[in-house]
């Protein structure tokens, strides 16, 4: 959250035109390749089998970045779809506040039992238990390595926003599902698109929910490119 209120700012004010080009591109492949495609449809729901060189980046890379890991990551998420909109789902519009939803995901309620397959993974659990060391020691060894408005554009920039855009991605999806709700809508599950530059590939919840599997349709750009290759 350092990097949040401190490196946006900072970036914004010091930036140069390349630097804002790789940071914006980087912000992309950390939220949706990393969070939305790898961390959610590739280990939280097995949608599909990463190689094994992006299962072995995305492990640390993610824990560096503070997105958590495929034991924490799916913990969280297999509970949200279990207890999807009572007063136990982690992240619900009808029961917890947008503060609490964007600014308090480390406190979020998970279970551990939802993931027992990551519970086995002895790596995972090591990289779970000290990935704020990892995240640390990353973020300390590229400020010392690149120069600083660098290290902004290459780490704490999309860094930031790849956490704020994602829980702020989560927070509107849910409260614009219930505002429209409570003005006659169908459900509090809303696909929507407009937030597409916070949540990527996530703006389809709904279609998520009642379907599951990878995220379809014209605006989902990372499925495309991931059936391509």
Same mark, same amino acid.
């Given at each position: 959250?350092?990097?949040?209120?401190?490196?946006?700012?900072?970036?914004?004010?010091?930036?140069?035109?390349? %630097?804002? *080009? /790789?940071?914006?591109? $980087?912000?992309?492949?950390?939220?949706?390749?990393? =969070?939305?495609?790898? &961390?959610?449809?590739?280990?939280?729901?097995?949608?599909?089998?990463?190689?094994?060189?992006?299962?072995?980046?995305?492990?640390?890379?993610?824990?560096?970045?503070?997105?958590?890991?495929?034991?924490?990551?799916?913990?969280?998420?297999?509970?949200?779809?279990?207890?999807?909109?009572?007063?136990?789902?982690?992240?619900?519009?009808?029961?917890?506040?947008?503060?609490?939803?964007?600014?308090?995901?480390?406190?979020?309620?998970?279970?551990?039992?939802?993931?027992?397959?990551?519970?086995?993974? %002895?790596? *995972? /659990?090591?990289?779970? $238990?000290?990935?704020?060391?990892?995240?640390?020691? =990353?973020?300390?060894? &590229?400020?010392?390595?690149?120069?600083?408005?660098?290290?902004?554009?290459?780490?704490?920039?999309?860094?930031?926003?790849?956490?704020?855009?994602?829980?702020?991605?989560?927070?509107?999806?849910?409260?614009?599902?219930?505002?429209?709700?409570?003005?006659?809508?169908?459900?509090?599950?809303?696909?929507?698109?407009?937030?597409?530059?916070?949540?990527?590939?996530?703006?389809?919840?709904?279609?998520?929910?009642?379907?599951?599997?990878?995220?379809?349709?014209?605006?989902?750009?990372?499925?495309?490119?991931?059936?391509?290759?």
């Amino acid at each position: 959250w350092s990097c949040s209120f401190v490196g946006i700012p900072l970036f914004v004010y010091l930036a140069s035109g390349w %630097q804002w *080009v /790789v940071a914006l591109i $980087l912000y992309y492949v950390f939220t949706d390749w990393l =969070v939305s495609i790898t &961390l959610h449809h590739a280990h939280s729901h097995k949608d599909w089998e990463p190689p094994y060189w992006w299962y072995k980046l995305a492990l640390y890379l993610s824990a560096a970045l503070g997105h958590g890991t495929p034991l924490t990551w799916s913990a969280w998420h297999r509970y949200h779809h279990r207890t999807s909109e009572t007063p136990d789902d982690p992240h619900s519009p009808r029961y917890d506040s947008f503060f609490w939803i964007v600014f308090c995901v480390y406190w979020h309620k998970y279970d551990l039992r939802t993931s027992p397959d990551w519970l086995k993974n %002895q790596e *995972v /659990v090591w990289v779970s $238990l000290h990935q704020g060391k990892i995240s640390l020691a =990353v973020t300390l060894l &590229l400020l010392w390595l690149l120069p600083f408005t660098w290290f902004l554009a290459i780490w704490a920039f999309p860094l930031a926003m790849s956490n704020i855009g994602s829980s702020i991605g989560h927070a509107i999806i849910g409260h614009w599902g219930a505002f429209w709700n409570d003005r006659g809508g169908d459900d509090t599950l809303r696909d929507t698109l407009w937030i597409f530059p916070f949540a990527f590939s996530g703006y389809m919840h709904k279609t998520h929910h009642t379907t599951l599997g990878m995220p379809a349709g014209r605006w989902a750009i990372t499925t495309q490119v991931l059936k391509w290759l």
